[in-house]
């Protein structure tokens, strides 16, 4: 993770600095600016990102031919294609890499993506490109005043520059005359179900997201894991701990981190896996208070202000606070695993016909609401998030598959995510494999807490009155959300730029 300002036409120094200030706590480690002709361009990073702390490389990054880039990312494919381009291990590789790929094919590098998270801004000083990953797991915003295009990883730091604020669409890029030019797509039609097997598909669900974990995390950091006792978070704790064990000794123990609101239906789950899997475990246990507390702290990091969000982020935000506090630099997430194979409950009341074009619908969501939660609140406390489920390979196999893998039908009802619990079955408890899904904020108490208390502490004038100037608004929750957005953010183009969830 990492933060990006840029201005591109005749940017101030003074803008561009205030905004990266604005996203100091992206990258406090290493920083840098450069201005050249027609751009200024501006970077932090983390240590864990950028594999330098004493400041003496140079960022944004160089390259030949007055090149320089701008980038936060994760690349699943990194190694592979940094070795078949003959770039040298070492600090900022994954840059050095993508201005290769720049030189050689220029706005056709995109190709070359398919298994990578970014946003990116590449500039000699006249030329310009920028680009955004398919599914929108790095944000990016622009805006424009007078003759200068500003861009910048987070809302309030485009907010420094200009008040003409979007979000760039993801899967796009820009070029110098600021047109957006779409480079990839997701699918409008199911694939062709060509992983029928049931057993084999189990197989490579396993190897996929084994392969997709060790070509992101090698330990080199001090790494830890969310555990919430869901299968997705299991998955991805049980793969960490094999490997940790793999590489440290077997009586090395991965730390893992769970919440809940008292001793909640997470934490009990959680409890049952850390145990099973041998790991370090820690539990943070908080109240209604604890969450109402940060509550303006979180909606400030999230920009956003959807109901079903705010309170997932706020049990984010807390663990990944005390994971922070404990150590940890890069953290593992589960996140990604019920856009990949169909996890979410609304999604079982569609016919298996339906199910493709419901999943590509639910994928669209992540590039202004869910992916917000997996990188905000942990960069706002410091920390690397990896989300090994995010893969283009492993997204791509899922598409392939038929729909009854991923939402099987049984005694009239239907498996979320049934292929996939097959796949890690003798790996962990049976009743986690098999626990219905929940959203972290159901899991973790605080989906029991905070509707009631916002029901008690507005009024339905105040709401009705609220609802008449601002549509958008559907419930008591999500107006005192909006308000603390609003505070910070205003009532402008800057609240265009928030994703609502189907539901509360």
Not at 196 to 214: C, E, G, M, N
Not at 216 to 239: E, Q
């Amino acid at each position: 993770m990492a933060g990006i300002a840029v201005g591109y036409g005749s940017p101030e120094m003074g803008v561009v600095n205030k905004m990266c200030e604005k996203m100091k706590h992206r990258g406090p480690d290493v920083s840098g600016v450069y201005e050249n002709g027609r751009m200024i361009m501006a970077q932090n990073y983390l240590a864990a990102d950028s594999a330098a702390v004493d400041g003496s490389v140079q960022v944004p990054v160089s390259g030949s031919s007055g090149l320089r880039i701008c980038y936060d990312g994760q690349m699943g494919n990194g190694n592979e294609l940094a070795m078949s381009g003959g770039i040298s291990e070492g600090t900022f590789r994954e840059e050095r890499l993508l201005l290769h790929l720049y030189r050689e094919h220029g706005t056709g590098m995109l190709s070359y993506l398919g298994d990578a998270i970014f946003c990116l801004v590449i500039s000699d000083g006249t030329d310009f490109f920028a680009a955004r990953d398919l599914l929108g797991i790095k944000t990016l915003f622009y805006g424009r005043k007078d003759d200068t295009l500003y861009l910048a990883t987070e809302l309030k730091s485009i907010l420094e520059a200009t008040d003409d604020v979007y979000e760039f669409p993801a899967g796009h890029f820009m070029d110098a005359s600021g047109r957006f030019h779409r480079f990839a797509e997701l699918p409008s039609d199911p694939l062709p179900a060509t992983n029928s097997d049931v057993q084999k598909a189990a197989r490579d669900v396993k190897s996929i997201v084994t392969k997709s974990f060790h070509n992101r995390i090698d330990f080199s950091y001090n790494t830890a894991s969310l555990l919430s006792g869901g299968i997705d978070s299991s998955v991805i704790a049980f793969t960490a701990s094999q490997a940790f064990k793999e590489k440290f000794g077997s009586d090395a123990m991965l730390k893992t981190y769970a919440l809940g609101v008292g001793e909640s239906e997470d934490i009990l789950n959680a409890r049952l896996v850390a145990e099973h899997i041998q790991t370090d475990h820690h539990e943070l246990i908080v109240d209604l208070n604890d969450i109402l507390e940060v509550l303006p702290e979180v909606i400030y990091h999230l920009e956003n202000f959807d109901p079903s969000l705010v309170r997932s982020s706020a049990s984010n935000f807390l663990i990944s606070r005390y994971a922070a506090r404990q150590g940890t630099q890069i953290l593992l997430s589960g996140e990604g695993g019920d856009e990949v194979f169909c996890g979410y409950l609304y999604l079982k009341q569609y016919p298996s016909e339906e199910l493709h074009a419901r999943q590509m619908a639910c994928i669209g969501f992540l590039h202004n609401n869910a992916s917000l939660r997996l990188d905000r609140m942990n960069q706002c406390n410091g920390i690397r998030v990896v989300a090994p489920l995010i893969s283009g390979e492993l997204l791509n196999y899922s598409m392939a598959m038929p729909p009854e893998f991923k939402q099987k039908p049984q005694n009239g009802d239907k498996i979320e995510k049934w292929i996939f619990r097959l796949a890690f079955e003798s790996d962990l408890p049976k009743q986690v494999v098999w626990r219905l899904k929940q959203e972290f904020s159901q899991g973790s108490g605080s989906a029991d807490v905070l509707p009631g208390y916002f029901e008690d502490v507005i009024s339905d004038a105040d709401l009705a009155e609220a609802q008449e100037a601002y549509p958008i608004i559907r419930s008591k929750e999500e107006l005192y959300y909006f308000r603390i957005f609003t505070e910070r953010f205003g009532t402008g183009k800057a609240v265009g730029t928030v994703g609502q969830w189907v539901s509360l």
